[in-house]
C-alpha cells in the first residue's frame, strides 16, 4: 500500500486534544487546512514528551540567536486555542514515532508523526509509513506545546501518598497497605 503523508504548511489550526473522560482518554494530535482535518491517535506520554521538546528546541534557538530568532520566550496569549478538537474525530493511524526539527532556513518548526508499522521490515531498509508533517512558526509552536502540557495534566489528580491516579471512587493505595483512599 502507498505511504500517505498527510502535509500541513502551515495549518489553520493545530492542536494536542482528547476524546472520552479522564481515565479513559484517547490523545489526538489535529491538524487542519479549510475543509481538511487529520487526526491521528497516541499516547499520553508522546504527547507529553513532544510538548516538553518543542519548548526545549525554542528555547536553544532563542539562546544560540542571542534572542535575535522569531521565536517567543512564552506563548503568545492571541494564539492560545482552547477549543474543543473537531468532530467526528476519525482516527487516520496511530503514532509510532516522532520527529521535530527546526528550519532554520524558513524559521519554522517541523513536527512529523509517523504511523506504528505493523510489517516487519528487512534490516537496513526503512518503513513507509503514513505520515503527519506540520510545519509551524516559532509562536505557534509555543502555543502548541503550552496545550498540550494542560491536555495532559487535565487527566486524573494523582495519590499524594503514591502518585498513582486517583479515580473518582478512589483506589487502593499501595503506600497504605490496600486501604481505599480518596483524593
Known amino acids: 500500500m502507498p ?7 502551515p495549518p489553520d489550526r493545530f492542536v494536542a486534544g482528547t476524546v472520552g473522560e479522564p481515565g479513559d482518554r484517547t490523545f489526538y494530535l489535529q491538524a487542519r487546512a479549510g475543509r481538511r482535518v487529520t487526526s491521528v491517535a497516541l499516547e499520553k506520554e508522546q504527547v507529553r514528551a513532544l510538548a516538553e521538546r518543542v519548548d526545549e528546541v525554542l528555547d536553544e534557538v532563542l539562546r544560540r540567536s542571542g534572542g535575535t530568532a522569531p521565536v517567543p520566550a512564552v506563548a503568545p496569549a492571541e494564539l492560545e486555542d482552547a477549543d474543543a ?7 487516520e ?4 514515532a516522532l520527529s521535530l ?6 524559521e519554522r518548526v517541523v513536527i512529523e508523526a509517523g504511523a506504528a508499522s505493523d510489517d516487519e521490515e528487512e534490516e537496513g531498509e526503512e518503513a513507509e509509513v503514513d505520515l503527519l508533517r506540520v510545519t509551524v512558526t516559532g509562536a505557534y509552536a509555543r502555543a502548541f506545546a503550552k496545550r498540550a502540557l494542560a491536555v495532559v495534566e487535565a487527566g486524573r489528580p494523582p ?4 502518585s498513582l491516579p486517583l479515580e473518582p471512587q ?7 497497605n490496600g486501604y481505599r483512599r480518596r483524593g
Open 101 to 106: 526539527t527546526w528550519d532554520s532556513d524558513a
Open 85 to 91: 478538537l473537531e468532530t467526528p474525530v476519525t482516527e
Open 3 to 9: 505511504r500517505t503523508v498527510y502535509d500541513y504548511d
Open 170 to 176: 478512589g483506589h487502593i493505595c499501595p503506600r497504605a
Open 93 to 96: 493511524f496511530r503514532v509510532g
Open 159 to 162: 495519590c499524594p501518598f503514591c
